[in-house]
């Protein structure tokens, strides 16, 4: 799921560089910022998890943090700010952000009853 200020900036970005694909980093040198790729250039294996689409852009995150973070619902958001060294939006004065809010039991159950697609 995204907020419109975020479809709206990748929008902006795809005009730039093509189809995207975002990965929600884990930590480390950008913290737990969503980060934003040209499709491709970020290879997913195995051990990546495929959150869902925005639009035609796929969202992975490492299984890790998956299991981490699987009860809630992610939503892609952007303030204002400096993105992640390495992703597409850095430059831009504005940062992708992850909110997130908790499933409820209902759709809990319905997103364990159909397994994680994960890269190959």
Do not use: N
């Amino acid at each position: 799921m995204a907020t419109p200020a975020a479809m709206e900036l990748i929008s902006e970005l795809e005009a730039d560089h093509g189809p995207l694909m975002f990965h929600q980093s884990g930590g480390c040198c950008d913290g737990s910022s969503p980060m934003c790729y040209p499709k491709g250039e970020l290879r997913v294996g195995p051990q990546d998890v495929l959150l869902g689409k925005i639009g035609e852009t796929e969202v992975w995150i490492g299984s890790a943090q998956f299991e981490l973070w699987k009860h809630t619902q992610l939503v892609l958001d952007v303030v204002p700010g400096r993105g992640a060294g390495f992703s597409l939006e850095s430059p831009t004065g504005k940062r992708f952000l992850t909110r997130s809010r908790v499933f409820t039991p209902e759709e809990q159950a319905a997103l364990e009853a159909a397994p994680p697609v994960r890269g190959t």
